[in-house]
């Protein structure tokens, strides 16, 4: 399996406006005294499941998981910091007296929502986790696990650019703006501005953005685009966004 897919990262080329960074998450190996930890992983050893906390601000009383996105709420982001504040309850290295989160907040660009606290039991919510893990391990155990696209799931994916069914059911067409589109290039006119077919409507559009790297006759798989129409030519316009990325998928 890793042989597959070291050949399937080596036929794709990324091209990116802006460079990702290593992930910077922070391996405390000991108990987090009061004070304010941003990148901060939270681990459960027992089910040996982590997850890294954008910004935990540890008290003498407990801690208060915030959790930083773009676009707006999701479902997915409250489970999210959910889970979080399970792991970190059970994290018996940075969390020995097993503290309770005191606050989950989950922070976007133009609001901030705060999730309710009363009620929540962590060993149910440690027993379902566990529960998804067993699933999951089983499902890997009997071999690569089948796909399923699901909007809301595959939207956050860092691999969907690789997954044929995140784009032949075409899930990616159930989002709006910023949107994931499948492009075949066919001019390129200067280092910002192309023209391009889109895939799975065979329409043609006006791509502007750092392109340099792409050629005519690429097949592209762009995630993250902003699409913006002119209706009076009926002309579709793509931009790319310093947080879109291309992927040119090669054939061998
Ligand atoms: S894009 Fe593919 S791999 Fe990613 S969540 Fe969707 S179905 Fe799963």
Known sequence: MRTAVQQLMMSIERISP??????PAT????RLRP??????IVADDALR???????LEVTEEGAEI????????????????????????HDVIRNPEGRTATRLRI????SSIDLALDG????????????RIEVATEALEKGIPKARPLPNTCRYCSVRHLCDEYWETETNRERTNPIDLELEVRELRTANSGTVQL???????????PIDGIESGDHVRALELYRSDDYESEKVQLHVMPHSELFVMRSE
């Open 18 to 23: 802006r460079k990702k960074h290593p992930h």
């Open 27 to 30: 391996l405390q190996t000991f």
């Open 35 to 40: 004070g304010t930890y941003p990148e901060q």
């Open 49 to 55: 499941f982590i997850g890294v906390v954008d910004l």
């Open 66 to 89: 915030i959790d930083f996105k773009s676009g707006s709420p999701n479902i997915a982001h409250e489970e999210q910091v959910r889970c979080y504040s399970t792991l970190w309850k």
């Open 107 to 110: 922070v976007y660009p133009s």
């Open 120 to 131: 929540v039991d962590y060993d149910d919510a440690r027993d379902s986790l566990r529960t």
């Open 199 to 209: 895939r799975q409507t065979s329409s043609h559009a006006t791509i502007y953005g």
